[in-house]
């Protein structure tokens, strides 16, 4: 599984406190904005999913994550 960063956690807009990263989710852009920041090796956008520990609030984001190393983690998920 890809290590995540310190500067790419998700804070929770509820409480403040650290989210925990739940889940990725490949999605197709419904909107032309986002159609630029399709991966072209994807063929979509990989959307996080994140969960607060303390309040039990979720949030979503857009991934920054290069798609190289998103088709590592989905082949690492897949095979374990």
């Given at each position: 599984?890809?290590?995540?960063s310190?500067?790419?956690?998700?804070?929770?807009?509820?409480?403040?406190?650290?989210?925990?990263?739940?889940?990725?989710?490949?999605?197709?852009?419904?909107?032309?904005?986002?159609?630029?920041?399709?991966?072209?090796?994807l063929?979509?956008?990989?959307?996080?999913f994140?969960?607060?520990?303390?309040?039990?609030g979720?949030?979503?984001?857009?991934?920054?994550?290069?798609?190289?190393?998103?088709s590592?983690?989905?082949?690492?998920?897949?095979?374990?």
């Amino acid at each position: 599984m890809p290590k995540t960063s310190a500067k790419s956690k998700m804070i929770c807009p509820r409480c403040g406190v650290e989210m925990n990263h739940h889940s990725d989710k490949l999605v197709y852009p419904a909107e032309a904005k986002d159609m630029e920041q399709v991966d072209p090796n994807l063929g979509g956008l990989v959307e996080e999913f994140h969960s607060c520990p303390k309040c039990g609030g979720a949030a979503a984001r857009h991934s920054k994550e290069s798609s190289a190393s998103a088709s590592a983690a989905c082949t690492q998920d897949s095979d374990g």
